[in-house]
């Protein structure tokens, strides 16, 4: 694989700062940009590679980013307002116009940048959110056409960035890649400088997602555990480093142009099952109780994942476990709850 130049936006970012990492290890630049907005000024691991160039600076400054996609092969769209369910519950608005200013402004470049004989391809990152309404399980690829739109306004405006992607090829004949991580997990993710201070039980949600949140629980001896609903939500908690590897097969695969994939496990777990397998590596000898929570309008039940697609076409499978996943995260949280951060 020959190397390339590759713009990240959002690269400071949880999932944006996998794929970094990832890039870098195989040789390729990475353009960074990110205003620091979500978690405040941070240091990554790859800050001084010298194949990382970073700009600090907002993905809407046109100039800017006209300046910095010159001669870049790709670029992947990552930076948004981004968060836990509580976060697109109390952002409703907000989430929905700033994203859509932020990818107008990327596609703009995007399309400038193709225009000029550069740019070769555009990655979007989507969301499974956009499956918010799908009763058919396992969801494929194609079931997004068969079933209403998303309610939320957050699983929305990711519909309407996947419609950017299309709505750029059909005009401009700009390449790209769809791509829908589920129920990403990993290390590196802290308090959103604008998150609520919102209690579950007697404990101050983390980053209103399910497996920091639990941990942070369970290690500050919440008891019982407080959970959202009855605990029986599906979901499919996928690696951030598993993720990174399925974003640069979706860049480099030349059968990936113009196609969307569901990147994700295929290992299927309950709210309340992940929420056990959490209490006995922190809790061995302690019984397990919970009580259930109202939960939030928008948390969908299930989120189940048709990987077949992702799987014949790039050669890609999330191999991951969580039982793996959590002997990482579970000591990094208790980490950052000594240094205050959560």
Request: glycine share 8%; net charge positive; with cysteine.
């Amino acid at each position: 694989m020959s190397k390339s130049r590759i713009l990240i936006t959002g690269s400071a970012g949880f999932i944006g700062g996998y794929l970094t990492e990832e890039l870098l290890s195989k040789g390729h630049t990475v353009i960074g940009i990110d205003n620091y907005s979500k978690y405040g000024k941070i240091e990554r691991s790859y800050d001084r590679n010298p194949n990382y160039k970073f700009h600090q600076g907002d993905v809407k400054n046109s100039a800017l980013m006209n300046k910095i996609i010159t001669n870049c092969d790709y670029v992947v769209a990552c930076a948004a307002m981004i968060g836990g369910i509580s976060y697109f519950h109390e952002y409703a608005y907000d989430l929905l116009a700033e994203n859509e200013r932020i990818i107008a402004s990327t596609f703009d470049s995007a399309i400038n940048a193709f225009k000029k004989g550069t740019l070769k391809k555009i990655i979007v990152l989507s969301s499974s959110m956009v499956f918010e309404s799908v009763t058919e399980f396992p969801t494929s690829e194609e079931s997004l056409l068969r079933f209403p739109p998303p309610k939320s306004t957050y699983g929305f405006q990711k519909l309407a960035c996947e419609y950017f992607a299309k709505g750029a090829w059909e005009q401009y004949g700009l390449p790209y890649t769809i791509v829908r991580p589920f129920n990403c997990v990993g290390t590196g993710e802290m308090r959103a400088k604008s998150d609520l201070q919102i209690k579950s039980g007697n404990i101050k949600l983390a980053l209103s997602h399910v497996v920091p949140d639990l941990i942070q629980k369970i290690l500050k001896g919440q008891y019982p555990l407080h959970i959202l609903g009855t605990g029986d939500q599906i979901r499919h908690y996928t690696y951030g480093g598993d993720l990174a590897k399925g974003i640069v097969k979706c860049i480099f695969n030349k059968r990936a142009t113009n196609n969307d994939f569901n990147i994700s496990t295929n290992e299927s777990t309950t709210v309340l099952e992940l929420a056990k397998l959490i209490w006995q590596k922190i809790n061995p000898s302690k019984q397990f109780k919970f009580v259930s929570d109202k939960p939030y309008t928008y948390d969908v039940q299930k989120r189940i994942p048709d990987t077949a697609k992702a799987k014949n076409i790039l050669h890609y499978e999330a191999l991951t476990t969580l039982d793996n996943m959590l002997d990482v995260v579970i000591p990094w949280i208790k980490k950052q709850i000594e240094l205050g951060n959560i």
